[in-house]
């Protein structure tokens, strides 16, 4: 059975890029990654769904709902994503349990066939649904934590974290759902790891896992892109559905105007990172839709506006986010 969808997935002649966020690691950004990816696709103009298959946490699909909650009281027009969850099957065998899995997944992929994006959230765990939704990736996201500790999801150092001794259970997964992506589809994974949470100020511990990462990039197959700074702006819209890139009240786009900048260009960059379909047209969608326009040379050019919290003060001061646009040129 799950061959035989993976195949006939595969096998359509037009179907939507699916982004999978994965690392066998809680707390890692899959599911912020995710939101943000959605809402930026969706500022581009494309068509986007998700599919939360971490059903136990369900974060992805409570964002989604106070998304919908918030639509349905503001004024403001909220994009919604097409969404869906899978929930653990109650099955009695493991066999039983993966048919029911795999059809209610495949159920829900035909049912986002007309878009153009889908955006698949897994859970910090390996399981059935978390192994599919990695095979049926054409982009996959790692995001990782800026740390030795985050580290050795990809890699087993030595003892005082200066030599890689051997890929980790997380990297060997993943090459091995890559085999069978080949197998079934001919057609390889594209994957990225991306840094989240990034320390605004730079350290030797930082240093050393951007070193010890650029190492592993070849030997693993990964790219490396940039990812999300440390910023209370990715989740303080929780609640309220929203995320940075959403329109909102001039109260609060004011109150939060300097990291919301920032941040955006960094959404835009891994957007760009994973190869839009139509850049320019995206591109020029996205800003018309953040009102805001995103040049390359927007940061470059003007001096950092006072920073507008503790926060925000210690990102002005650290000179590799202070031009978060400076590192996207480079
Ligand atoms: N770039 C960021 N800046 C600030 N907080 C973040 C950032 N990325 C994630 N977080 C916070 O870290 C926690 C874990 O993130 P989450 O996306 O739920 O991880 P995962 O889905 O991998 O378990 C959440 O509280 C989230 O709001
Ligand atoms: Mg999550």
């Keep these: ?32 990654t995710a939101m943000h990816l959605m809402v930026g696709l969706m500022n581009c103009g494309y068509g986007v769904g998700s599919i939360d298959l971490d059903a136990k946490q369900g974060t992805l699909t409570h964002f989604i709902e106070n998304r919908r909650r918030q639509a349905r009281l503001s004024a403001m027009p909220i994009d ?8 653990s099957s109650l099955e009695a065998t493991v066999a039983d349990a993966e ?9 829900t992929l035909n049912s986002l066939q007309h878009l153009d994006y889908i955006v698949i959230d897994t859970p910090g765990h390996d399981n059935f649904l978390a192994r599919l939704g990695h095979i049926l990736a054409d982009t996959l996201i790692t995001p990782m934590n800026d740390s030795f500790l985050d580290l050795d999801v990809l890699v087993r150092l030595d003892n005082d974290g200066q030599r890689i001794t051997g890929p980790s259970s997380y990297s060997v997964a993943v090459l091995e759902r890559w085999g069978l992506r080949m197998l ?3 057609t390889p994974i594209d994957w990225l790891v991306i840094r989240n949470r990034l320390a605004h100020l730079d350290n030797r511990n930082n240093r050393k896992v951007e070193e010890l990462l650029k190492q592993l990039a070849p030997r693993l197959g990964y790219r490396i892109s940039q990812g999300f700074g440390e910023r209370v702006v990715y989740r303080e819209l929780f609640p309220l559905g929203l995320t940075l890139l959403d329109p909102m009240s001039d109260d609060a786009a004011g109150r939060l105007s300097k990291s919301r900048g920032a941040a955006r260009d960094e959404v835009w960059s891994l957007l760009t990172a994973i190869g839009l379909s139509e850049q320019p047209q995206a591109s020029e969608t996205w800003n018309k839709k953040m009102g805001l326009s995103l040049s390359i040379s927007r940061y470059a050019k003007q001096p950092q506006e006072a920073p507008e919290s503790a926060e925000a003060e210690q990102q002005d001061r650290d000179p590799k986010t202070a031009t978060p646009s400076s590192h996207i040129a480079t």
């Design 184 to 186: 079934v589809s001919g």
């Design 1 to 32: 059975m799950t061959t035989r969808f993976l195949k006939e997935w595969f096998a359509k002649p037009i179907r939507p890029r699916v982004i999978t966020l994965g690392n066998q690691k809680g707390g890692s950004g899959k599911t912020t």
């Design 99 to 107: 048919e029911d899995e795999a059809s209610r997944l495949a159920e």
């Design 80 to 87: 919604m994503p097409e969404h869906g969850q899978i929930e």
